[in-house]
């Protein structure tokens, strides 16, 4: 397999995995962590950011998805791919989310 497509499979998987928590909290109405926070990653951000960040997640990894390969391989690589940042993003925000969370409500009631 080539490494171009290797690389194409691989960050459209992790791309397409970024798209969902994001999309699913903006089309909740929810504040989430995104890029466009302030720390990025680190502050919550209203719902149309993450619905942006969403969709350029989601834009970028079809386009590479295109790109990918359609081996029984390949697919093993998005997979696997797309399971690691399911972790590294469960891992993230399990940890971001509560104290965002505690100074929200700290604020609101402060």
Avoid: K, Y
Wanted: hydrophobic share 50%.
């Amino acid at each position: 397999m080539p490494a171009a497509r290797f690389l194409a499979g691989a960050a459209s998987a992790v791309l397409l995995v970024n798209a969902v928590p994001h999309g699913v909290s903006g089309l909740q109405g929810r504040r989430f962590p995104s890029p466009f926070s302030s720390p990025p990653g680190g502050a919550l951000s209203p719902p149309s950011a993450n619905i942006v960040w969403s969709a350029a997640n989601a834009a970028g990894g079809m386009l590479l998805l295109r790109r990918a390969g359609s081996s029984a391989a390949d697919r093993w690589i998005m997979a696997g791919s797309g399971l690691c940042m399911a972790f590294v993003l469960a891992a993230h925000f399990g940890r971001v989310l509560p104290e965002l969370d505690a100074a929200e409500r700290s604020h609101s009631t402060g």
